[in-house]
């Protein structure tokens, strides 16, 4: 048996290949999975924009300096176990290497699920680390596989980012700004707060999206980048940056004087990266959800947040599904040379908005 992997060069994303090793036997306590299926989005083109930043090339090492492989969410079915608390044939959902399989070491082991024990990852955020057993997960729907593998994670960071700005009352403002609004995670934002009596939502985009981030429903206003000026500069406003473009957070801080923060949040715009500089304003702070997990697992408990985070998850997935009009449809790749395609359409910021996209290396 062998595992192919997508490796990518970690200074030069757009650089890749397909990596073939020949499996190796189980350890005492390790367990084999096989990685089913997978969601590819703009979030995944962050975590390689972001791997040396946020540590996420140190998930699933290479073991060859300067190549990495980037993390997805998905679902995996376990093939091989070594350990006496997962069963071969168990669906798991969580974050794997973009891959045919995964090799994993379980522990803190409850019917929920388990978190991997590998040494590499120790140091790394817990919330990664976590694998969730289907047949226990209150997320999971057999038929909605999609859905969950495209949306969950993203809404997940959508909802917290959310809960961060009225934990924090908004900084003030009332007039909340989101870069890249058609991308799923900003639009996943826009959602929550749209529902925030007195908040007013405001999606910026180019103009070839304006149209379908209006059709969402989710934006009082959607305003192309070109239009930017057209805002008013003086209201209370406050950035939540998914672009992670330099040209653009600089236009966003030299217009708007009223500016209260500035939540850099994502990296869709790869190509125009880079620091926060000297702006006017305030300074660009990094959102890391995870942080916002351990703040309310304190202050809620991991199930009260896990109950607040399900509601809301099954209010936002009904509107994505809305049978009128559907804000997803699913695309499907099959094939290793297909999900490299597709990583590197996605790395160029091809792709229709309405459109997600689904892999895996099987071809059956």
């Not at 084999?32 to 924009?49: G, P």
């Not at 791997?51 to 300067?66: K, V």
């Amino acid at each position: 048996m062998s595992t192919t992997t997508l490796h990518v060069r970690q200074d030069q994303l757009a650089t890749t290949r397909l990596h073939t090793t020949e499996d190796t036997a189980l350890a005492d306590g390790q367990v084999r999975v096989r990685v089913d299926r997978f969601a590819l989005t703009a979030n995944n083109i962050t975590y390689a924009a972001m791997g040396d930043m946020l540590n996420y090339w140190q998930f699933f090492p290479t073991g060859d300096a300067g190549w990495g492989i980037v993390p997805v969410w998905g679902f995996g079915t376990v093939v091989q176990s070594l350990h006496p608390g997962v069963a071969v044939g168990e669906r798991l959902y969580g974050y794997w290497p973009m891959g045919t399989q995964a090799v994993l070491t379980p522990q803190r082991l409850s019917a929920q699920g388990f978190s991997d024990g590998a040494l590499h990852r120790a140091s790394l955020h817990a919330v990664y680390n976590q694998y969730l057993r289907s047949s226990a997960d209150a997320f999971y729907q057999a038929d909605t596989e999609d859905l969950q593998a495209l949306l969950r994670p993203l809404f997940i960071t959508s909802w917290l980012i959310d809960d961060f700005l009225d934990d924090n009352a908004f900084f003030g403002a009332r007039r909340m700004l989101l870069s890249s609004a058609s991308s799923k995670t900003a639009y996943g934002t826009a959602f929550q707060l749209a529902q925030r009596e007195g908040i007013e939502v405001v999606g910026l985009t180019s103009a070839a999206n304006v149209a379908f981030c209006e059709s969402l429903g989710c934006y009082r206003r959607v305003v192309a980048y070109d239009d930017l000026a057209t805002l008013d500069a003086a209201t209370p406003s406050v950035y939540i940056d998914f672009a992670g473009s330099t040209g653009l957070r600089a236009r966003v801080h030299q217009h708007f004087s009223g500016l209260a923060y500035s939540c850099a949040v994502g990296a869709s715009h790869v190509g125009d990266l880079g620091g926060a500089g000297q702006l006017p304003g305030p300074r660009p702070v990094m959102f890391f959800a995870p942080a916002q997990v351990k703040k309310r697992n304190a202050d809620w408990g991991a199930a009260g947040l896990g109950q607040r985070l399900v509601l809301a998850w099954q209010a936002f997935s009904t509107a994505v599904q809305n049978p009128a009009d559907p804000w997803l449809q699913v695309r499907q790749h099959s094939g290793p040379a297909a999900v490299q395609a597709l990583y590197a359409d996605l790395l160029a910021g091809g792709g229709d908005p309405r459109l997600g996209h689904m892999a895996r290396f099987a071809t059956d």
